[in-house]
Every structure is written in C-alpha cells, then in structure tokens.
C-alpha cells in the first residue's frame, strides 16, 4: 500500500485528460480490447457469490444508515473529500427545518442538531478509477486520497473503525478484465489489515474499511426486511447465473427446476417472479434507469434484465414512476458523473410515494454538465443547478488553456495542419488536385535547391498516361460503385447483430424495418439462431448476398479503363477498397457468431452437398453454413489485392503520403460529422437534432482544416501571432460574456438555454469568418520549413480554439455531454449520500461539495452543503423474509 502517513496533498492529481490525454492513450490497448472482445472474456461464470449480512444488521432499532458513491478514483482532491465524508459523522440541521442549501457540519451544535451518523457499510456503484481501473490507478487515484482522509481524520481526533466496503463495476472497471476490482472489493484470502500490501501481489486495503465480497455482483440482507441488489450488468445485460443466484433468494424452485430458463413458460415464470420478489429493495446497477430527462427504451437490456428478476420497469413511460402498491424500491447507479433524481418525496413534494430513480456519480470523477435535459421525465433535483452547470462549463470550454491541458488533442491538431498544407504544396499528386479546384494556385518553394525540393522530386509523378482529372468520370463511377456497396454491407452488418443474451426481445430498429419492406428480410437474421431448416436455408441465402454482389461488382471494375487514374483519385480508390474488405470481414465475423448461438440449440448439420458429392465420388468437409464464411474471406482478400494492384500504380512513396493524407481528410470531415451525429447526438430520438450536431460538425471541420493552412499560406509570423490571440482572446471573452448572470437567468428553463445557443452559435460564425479573412489577406508566402513550422503551430493553438467552441455550442443543444466533461475535467459539484433505513422508508441525504477542501487539517470551517432530501416510504409493504416463501 502506497505509504500516506506523510500525504503530500500538493501532489494530488487532477482529473485524467480525456483529450487524448497521455493516461487515457496508454489504456487504449485494454480499452479496445474490452471494446471488441469484452462479451467473450466474461470472468462472471467463474464467481461464486453468496448472500450478505449487512453489518449489525440484528442490531439495528429505530434506523440504519448506509453510504453510497460512484465514479470515483479520479481528481484526487475530490475523492479525498468523498473519502472524509464517508468515514465521518455529518451534522445538519434539524429535520423539520431543512432545506435544500442549507450547510452541513463535520461536528454538532446549535444550528446543526441532526446527526447523520457514518454508514455501516460504503457502497461504491463502478467506475472505481479512471481511465482503467487497475492496480495502479487504483492505488494512485483511489486508496491514496482515501488513506490521506484517515490519517486526517486521525490527524483531527476521530476515532474511525473499520466497516465493511462493497461494490459492484463498470466499464472502466471491465478494462483491467476485473483484476484491479478483484483486489480492491474482493475478501482477501489472508487478514485483511487494511495497512500493508505485497508489493508483488498487491490487495488494494483501505484504511477504515474492510473487504468482505465474493463476487462483482451482491445481495445485502438489511435490517427490517430491507435488500440491496449490486447487478453486474454491463450494457444494461444480466448473464444466467447472475439471474440465478438472485432469483434463488426469493423464488428457489424456478432455479432448481429450471423453470427459470424455459421460454416456453416465460409469462408463468414472470407472473410466479413478481409475486414473490422482495417488496422493499435497492437496485444498484452500472448504468442509470433515468438520466438526462430521457425515458428509457421499453426494449432496452435494462428493462428485460429487471423483468428477468421479476422487477417491475417503472422507469418506463407505459409505467410512469409508478410501482405496485405493498412494495417499494429505488433504483440507483452511477456512470453519470452529476445528481439527478427522479420522482420520490420531498418537502415541497408531500406526495408519498414508493419509487424513485436516482443517477448518483459524484464520487470523484470529473463533473459532467447537469443542464443537458430531453425534457420528457420531469426531474425532481439535481446537482449542480442548470445555471451553475451551464456558467461552469462556458467559462472552462471557450477558454482555450483549458481544452490544451485536457490532452494532446492540440498536438494531433498541429500534425493535421502541418500535412495539409505539406498537401497543397509539395507533392505534385495533391497540389494537382487544388490547381484544378483553384485557378492560380501556384506554391513556390523559397529553396530549390533544399530539402523541401528533394522530398518534392521524390514524390514527382508521371501523369502522362493517367487520367489528368481527378474527377474522371470513369474513375468517379468506380468510386461511388465502391462506396454504394461499402454502405450495404454497413447496413448487413448492424443488421446482422446476434441477440447477446437468452430471453432479449428487441424490437427490430427502422432500418431493419426499411430493409425487410424495401430489399430482403434482414430483420430475420436474429431470428435465424433459433429458426427451424426453411428459415435458416433463407438467412443463409441472405448471406450469401453480399458475396454475389461483390463479385459481380468487382468483375465489373476490372473491366473497365486502361489508363491509371489521378494519383490522388488512386489513393482514394485503394482506401475504399480496403473499407470494403475490413467489413467484408466484419460481416463474416458477424455471422460466424450467428454460428455459435446456432450450434448452442441446433447440433445437426442442416444442409450438407453429401447426396450431390456421392455422386461425383467426391467429399469435401464444407456445409452450405459455410459458404458465407469461404465467400466473404476470398472475396475480402480480393478486393484488398484488386485495390493494390489495379489502383496502386504509382510510387510507393507516392501512395503511401496520398493513403496517409485521405485517411487523415476523411477522419477530420465525414469522421467528426459522423461522430457528431452517431455519438454526440445519442439522445435524440428523431434526427432533426442529430443533423442539428452534424452541421454544428461540418463548421467546426471547415475551420480546423482551412484556418492554420491559410494562416501558413498567407500570413508571416507577427500577423499570425495577432490572429492566433485575437482568435484567443475573443474566444475567452465569449466564455465571461454567455456565463453572464444577467443572461443567464436565475431557473435557466430549457428553451433559454437553446436561445443562448444560437446566439453561441452566431458569436461563433462571427469569429470564424474574420478569422479566416484575416488569415487569407496577404501574398502568398514561398513553401520553406519555417512555413511547415508555421502550419503546425497555428493547427496545435486553433484546435484548441475551435474544439472549444464546438463542445459549447453542441452543449446548449444536449450533445457532447459527456465530451464536454471530460475535456472541462471539473472537480467540483461532488457528492455522496447518506442513506437512512427503517421498517417502512427509506431517506437519503446528498451532500455536496461545491468546491473541494485543500486539506481537512488547515480548514476549519469546510463548506459542504445538502443538496437533496428525499424518501420513498413503503405502506403495506411485507417485512422480513415473508417474500422468500416460494421457496
């Protein structure tokens, strides 16, 4: 264990760079591999789990208290504040007097009369550190902030005990494949000291805790009839023996009978399930229920793994918040690193209610903006206000320094430049292509003797025997053919996805729908694991699609033109074609899994060549199952040697800079326009506001590509050095003038913040413009190393600028959310909760911290405050283990 009796708190790390950020790219290679292989590396079968008694849990008289955080092991001052809140009791003001605001104390007195005493156990809800939770981050950014707030405490006269901590993971926790969790929660196999560890095998103790857990997955027995259900469902997805191991505590026969797994009982198996579940239950899951105002999918993974344990989806909108009478149940997680709660009672709500849904990921992390809302559930509170979130997040992205810090984003900004404008003025394959678009388009080298000048002959081309025209008809046509059949095998392959888990009933999407009217039934393919022979001699037909089209396509290019197309054109065709086979690919994978789930239920081989074969006396050892695999492997690796050899005519040198710099075109424009409208724009339903983000997309990609090459162009180093501030300058003041109080009203509703987005917006095309204008005003400047120089500075500063205005403005429309987070890395605004238990509610207590302390020992006065009140009560609810009687 890291030694913290001498805790150097001037030491503490902020938040990880996002950005590109250093930590985050040497995680990349656990975090891709998570990503592509994650469903096949599931360490969860190898676990057995057991019930858990809550500590003192017989004990317990007229309440028991509990903490809950999450998203933690990040901003180091931050999780040390978290950790000297759980370990220590909290003092507010008397119960009938509290308000939301009002200031909690780390000692009683008159004006803070209520004791919130420590809770028995620490509950973390994933995500334990950041990027990747192993050992080392965890060591570092999580048990070393939680040792420095011991030894404080210590430090400041307390006495703290050790309590049990449990968690469940998430995503980050899944990259180190459950190893750095495994030592950090899981019950050691010597005594738990809390104090040292084996350098060589490391265990991840914290002082005033102790590890107790078997399994990622957890079922607590609380006092008075009270459960905690930790799910180990990543994506929303629950594996069997999870389910099982849960359902065995209330409902054993339907395990031991297997009756739990039988799809032809599934609607007796739910109805026996929700009568026996257990009335009074919290629901820690990694993912939330509710968040950002958005109902969740009546199919998603979320709702058919609560229905799987017999748990109504009251999180829906068909359900509304409402759950039935005799129980009661609250449903929390973490993943989003702000406070939302949703329904629930409170003092200016007097309803009693029994459900709340509450997103809880204040634990550390860095903050993600609060006033990102879709508006369709109603939120009850949240933390920070929209106001302070929207304030926080405008000053820290229009201020360029902070986006530079946040990664080496201004470094692959600065490379993009520098080979653009190497583009428009060395190689005579790009240059080319600009003097056709540009009349006069002219580059001299200010050397033609230099280095510069050799590289230039290196990278010369013939064109007279190619087509001179990059926009060649008959080269033109070869690439939209190409293009056409990338984007249907794009669409084959989502749709061709396999069902991830037994009993998952998604709704086919409105591409599928499109498909199965307008072409073939590719919405069958799913089904096709469990279709009988006739439907799975046509999925495979459906397969074998592709390949047909394929072949005839590349038969049909082979046949036309002799002469060579323009280098760049040449370039552009081989990428395309290295798509084409990269999915080709792809889809074989695809279907390769459709195999496996087949062979899981079906083990005869359904169509074999045998009678055909017999005949001829000839047997090879292939099925028509295999055909689609044969197809799509040879016509992959002929599309990739077509490519090569039928386009790469030119230089290698050649080809390889005109690869390097369409690949790095084609990531800057349609990659961040896709980005924008994929990922930044997720929580649209309709598209009007994906294209919104697209387009928001598009200005930013024209700035990032145009502005430092005009600069590099047109302008010497002191004009640039004046456009690069006063971009900067105009920029930060921007920040200070849209975070303005008296613009930013006091409730900041929804539709104010999409009106100071357009007028971001408005601020934003009015910078860019006379940027560019300043930047295209001057004659053009001869191509020297100095100008290369140039290029790569101006990328590195203005990708900082631009990037900056573009999270803004994608913000005050609800996209980028969680970019916008990660690139502000914010320790502010954290927060825990304090849970309260008896026979018949359940209270918690969210205490924020708007601003971390520096050090508990110095400060006298901390100001932490209550952000949120509020209880879901049980009435007629059964206690005990009457629910288990179906036992």
């Known amino acids: ?128 550190a950041y990027h990747v939770a192993d050992t080392a981050s965890l060591m570092e950014r999580f048990q070393t902030p939680f040792n420095c707030a011991y ?139 509710t968040v950002f105002g958005k109902w969740a999918k009546p199919d998603g993974a979320l709702v058919n793994t609560f229905q799987r344990l017999g748990l109504e989806p009251s999180f829906i909108e068909s359900h509304a918040g409402k759950l039935e009478d005799g129980k009661c149940r609250l449903d929390i997680a973490g993943d989003t690193h702000h406070y939302e709660r ?22 550390g992390a860095f903050l993600h903006p609060s006033h990102t809302d879709m508006a369709e559930v109603p939120r009850r509170a949240h933390y920070p206000h929209r106001r302070d979130s929207h304030q926080l997040f405008t000053r820290a992205l229009l201020n360029p320094l902070t986006v530079w810090q946040g ?56 064109l007279s025997g190619a087509s001179v025209s990059f926009f060649d008809s008959g080269y033109c046509f070869h690439l939209i053919a190409i293009g056409l059949f990338a984007a249907l095998l794009l669409i084959m392959w989502r749709a061709a996805k396999p069902p991830k888990q037994t009993g998952e009933r998604k709704e086919p999407g409105k591409l599928q729908q499109l498909m199965a009217k307008v072409t073939v039934p590719i919405v069958s393919l799913e089904a096709s694991v469990k279709a009988g022979p006739d439907e799975w001699r046509r999925s495979i037909k459906i397969f074998l699609i592709p390949v047909l089209a394929g072949a005839g396509l590349l038969f049909l290019l082979m046949m036309s033109h002799d ?87 030119y230089s290698t040198s050649v080809m390889t800079f005109n690869l390097l710099i369409i690949i790095v075109w084609l990531i800057m424009t349609a990659g961040l326009i896709a980005v924008a409208y994929f990922w930044g724009g997720q929580l649209f339903s309709k598209a009007a506001g994906k294209i919104r983000l697209a387009l928001i997309a598009a200005w930013c990609t024209f700035l990032l590509l145009t502005v430092p090459v005009c600069l590099a162009l047109y302008a010497d180093w002191m004009s640039l050095l004046i456009i690069a501030a006063a971009a900067a300058a105009a920029t930060w003041l921007a920040g200070r003038i849209f975070a303005l109080d008296h613009l930013v009203n006091k409730e900041f509703p929804l539709s104010d913040q999409t009106r100071l987005g357009y007028f971001l917006l408005a601020a934003w095309f009015v910078v860019g413009i006379f940027t560019l204008i300043a930047a295209t005003h001057g004659q053009p400047i001869p191509v020297d190393g100095l100008r290369l120089l140039a290029a790569f500075l101006a990328g590195a500063v203005f990708s900082c600028i631009w990037l900056g205005w573009y999270f803004a403005a994608a913000l005050a429309f609800n996209g980028h959310n969680n970019e916008a987070g990660g690139g502000s890395r914010s320790e502010r605004y954290r927060h825990m909760i304090r849970f309260k238990l008896t026979d018949d509610s359940l209270t918690g207590y969210v205490i924020g911290i708007d601003q971390p302390i520096e050090d508990f020992t110095q400060e006298k006065s901390p100001g932490f405050r209550l952000v949120d009140v509020f209880t879901i009560r049980c009435n007629g609810s059964k206690s005990g283990n009457d629910a288990g009687a179906a036992n």
């Open 1 to 128: 264990m890291n030694d913290t009796g001498n805790c150097n708190k001037s030491k503490f790390k902020p938040p990880v760079a996002w950005l590109l950020g250093r930590e985050l790219l040497a995680g990349l290679k656990l975090i891709a591999a998570y990503t592509f292989m994650g469903d096949k590396q599931d360490p969860k079968d190898w676990m057995k789990a057991t019930v858990i008694q809550a500590p003192d849990k017989d004990h317990a008289q007229d309440a028991y208290w509990f903490d809950f955080i999450a998203d933690t092991g990040d901003g180091m001052r931050a999780v040390y504040n978290i950790g000297y809140l759980c370990m220590s009791d909290l003092w507010v003001v008397d119960s009938t007097d509290q308000r939301p605001g009002d200031a909690v104390a780390l000692s009683g007195d008159a004006g803070h009369a209520q004791r919130l005493p420590r809770g028995e156990f620490l509950f973390v809800g994933g995500d334990t």
């Open 151 to 289: 030894d404080d405490l210590v430090k400041n006269g307390q006495i703290v005990d050790r309590r049990p901590i449990y968690g469940i993971p998430a995503n980050h926790d899944y990259y180190d494949a459950l190893d750095g969790f495994n030592r950090q929660f899981r019950e050691p196999v010597s005594l738990d000291t809390g104090t040292d560890n084996d350098e060589k095998d490391p265990r991840l103790g914290l002082k005033g805790f102790v590890r107790t857990q078997d399994a990622s997955y957890v079922d607590i027995q609380l006092p008075f009839g009270w459960r905690l259900w930790g799910l180990d469902s990543q994506d929303g997805k629950m594996d069997k023996r999870q389910q099982a191991f849960f359902v065995s505590g209330f409902c054993n026969r339907l395990v031991e009978t297997g009756e739990l797994f039988d799809s032809s009982r599934e609607e007796a198996v739910q109805r026996e399930l929700q009568q026996h579940v257990p009335p009074k239950l919290i629901v820690v899951t990694p993912e939330p229920s």
């Open 342 to 363: 949703y329904w629930g009672s409170d003092q200016k709500n007097a309803t009693t209610t029994n459900y709340a849904s509450v997103v809880a990921g204040g634990g």
């Open 407 to 462: 990664g080496y984003i201004w470094l692959f900004g600065g490379l993009v430049a520098f080979l653009s404008y190497f583009a428009l003025t060395i190689p005579q394959s790009t240059v080319s292509l600009f003097q056709q678009i540009f009349n006069g388009f002219h580059p001299a080298l200010a050397n033609d003797d230099g280095l510069l000048s050799r590289i230039q002959s290196a990278l010369h081309v013939d």
């Open 563 to 649: 002469r060579s197309p323009h280098p760049l054109m040449a370039g552009l065709l081989m990428a395309m074609s290295s798509v084409v086979a990269v999915l080709l690919l792809c889809i074989s994978r695809r279907y390769r899994d459709i195999l496996n789930q087949r062979s899981k239920t079906h083990r005869e081989i359904s169509f074999s060549f045998s009678a055909f074969n017999n005949k001829l006396k000839w047997n090879p050892q292939f099925t028509w199952e295999s055909l689609p695999l044969l197809g799509y492997g040879v016509l992959a690796a002929a599309y990739l040697i077509f490519g090569m050899l039928r386009y790469g005519t």
